[in-house]
């Protein structure tokens, strides 16, 4: 199920994301404006060691993420309002994708985050979080 946005006409990015250390061993997401200021709270605060056993720490998830997200911002020309996502499963694991006009489901070249098990049960809220974020630069922080 892809949910996109209504695409709203903007010359400049809004916001960029930038990944930051909180405390040890924790990460966040954040959104940051063109004039530097970091808005609070952050998107996603990275705090789960599920996948660090695949390399995949906190701070690694956080970089990766955060670097999609950004991807995703600039092929959507800066505005967030024309970002599509999905959910789906790859290996079984939930996941939020980006989709476009060729690609309305989740495979392993668009996937944005794989969720933990704790969030399995959460994705279409955390999807509609992130698709809030998303828009207005703001929401409530999804904790992963």
Do not use: H
Not at 61 to 84: F, Y
């Amino acid at each position: 199920m892809a949910v996109k946005v209504q695409a709203q006409e903007t010359s400049s990015p809004r916001y960029t994301f930038k990944c930051v250390s909180q405390q040890k061993g924790v990460f966040a997401t954040t959104t940051v404006r063109p004039d530097g200021v970091t808005i609070n709270p952050s998107l996603i605060v990275w705090k789960s060691q599920e996948f660090s056993t695949k390399g995949y720490t906190p701070k690694r998830r956080c970089e990766v993420v955060t670097d999609k997200l950004n991807t995703i911002l600039s092929k959507a020309g800066g505005n967030p309002d024309s970002i599509r996502l999905t959910m789906g499963l790859i290996n079984n694991l939930p996941v939020l994708c980006y989709a476009d006009a060729s690609k309305s489901s989740c495979d392993n070249n668009n996937v944005v985050v794989t969720l933990s098990k704790k969030n399995r049960d959460n994705s279409s809220r955390i999807m509609a979080g992130m698709l809030q974020f998303l828009v207005a630069g703001r929401g409530s922080a999804i904790v992963d």
